[in-house]
């Protein structure tokens, strides 16, 4: 007769105390730690220079944007993630008690790999989803120049735009802003 062995479920609290600890970045969800792959550097590339592109068209706008290093926290879903890049057109909403859990952004950014493409299109982008203040979801390709939108209308219906080639211009229309892909993949050759 096999015996199941109990998992021990953390608590958030339990989570953010280890992750303040740890040697590199895991996420969250229900209780249950996922540790978070390395990525190549034209995964850094585009992640760093979607950052910089973000941050000169989100400026006007008085947003903010931030890189990998921050954690959002889905409340319903029990979950904390970190995506490549998040936008934040507003002051940063967290639990007085969780102050690193960031809870409203507006954009989340995510660049795709072989490794993570199914996951972050699919249960994480289902996640981010759940998120009230996500206008916009944003996945980028990188060994192709190819964008993925997918923007949240006044009524809560997801609408999803592509974008192919260096020369085109990325519209992010929830949040008016317009990003051209030869910024996105400035230090990146095909």
């Not at 990998?68 to 007085?96: H, K, R, T, W």
């Not at 994480?124 to 390709?141: A, D, G, H, N, W």
């Not at 809560?156 to 949040?175: C, H, K, Q, R, T």
């Not at 802003?177 to 910024?183: F, N, P, S, T």
């Amino acid at each position: 007769m096999a015996y199941l062995e109990e998992i021990h479920r953390l608590s958030l609290s339990e989570y953010v105390a280890l992750e303040e600890e740890a040697e590199y970045k895991s996420e969250f969800y229900n209780g249950e730690v996922y540790a978070m792959s390395g990525g190549t550097p034209a995964h850094s590339r585009i992640a760093l220079d979607s950052a910089y592109a973000m941050i000169d068209a989100f400026r006007p706008r008085g947003c903010e944007v931030f890189e990998s290093g921050l954690m959002i926290q889905v409340q319903s879903l029990n979950a904390v993630l970190y995506p490549d890049a998040s936008v934040f057109c507003g002051p940063l909403e967290s639990d007085p008690s969780t102050p690193n859990l960031i809870r409203n952004p507006s954009l989340i950014l995510e660049v795709l790999s072989k490794g993570t493409s199914k996951y972050d299109r699919g249960s994480k982008f289902f996640k981010y989803q759940m998120i009230p203040s996500l206008r916009t979801y944003v996945m980028v390709e990188q060994n192709e120049p190819r964008v993925y939108v997918a923007s949240k209308s006044e009524n809560g219906d997801w609408s999803f735009s592509n974008y192919f080639g260096l020369d085109a211009v990325v519209e992010l229309i929830p949040l008016g802003v317009r990003i051209r892909m030869a910024d996105i993949y400035k230090r990146v050759s095909f």
